[in-house]
């Protein structure tokens, strides 16, 4: 909802230290500072975003140690030209004391009108 509404320094509080990202084009581990500057140079792509959410669940592991969520939701934005587009996220994410060390996303893009 934060990188939505534009509130990069949100959207970063609630990742821990450093985590993993796993996304379409790009995989890397980030520092805070990192993760500031590539949310605000992909949030800056957009004049809007609106998430429409499916479903989503927690899962902890049978000795307590790993917490994992699932979100499955679509997500439409609107480009700095006006120009408006669609795909379909599943985000996985490990938490670890109650913040963000992985955020592994799988897209489908729905195909290109002709």
């Given at each position: ?59 902890k ?17 609107q ?9 379909v ?21 729905y195909?290109?009108?002709?």
């Amino acid at each position: 909802k934060s990188f939505c509404e534009g509130n990069v320094d949100a959207r970063v509080a609630s990742f821990g230290e450093s985590a993993e990202l796993r996304f379409d084009d790009m995989t890397g581990r980030f520092s805070k500072d990192s993760l500031k500057k590539l949310f605000t140079g992909k949030r800056a792509r957009y004049k809007s975003i609106d998430v429409s959410m499916y479903d989503f669940e927690s899962v902890k592991s049978k000795d307590g140690k790993q917490e994992w969520v699932t979100m499955w939701y679509k997500q439409k934005w609107q480009d700095q030209k006006g120009m408006w587009d669609s795909a379909v996220y599943t985000d996985d994410m490990k938490f670890e004391n109650g913040k963000i060390v992985v955020l592994d996303e799988k897209i489908r893009h729905y195909p290109k009108k002709k």
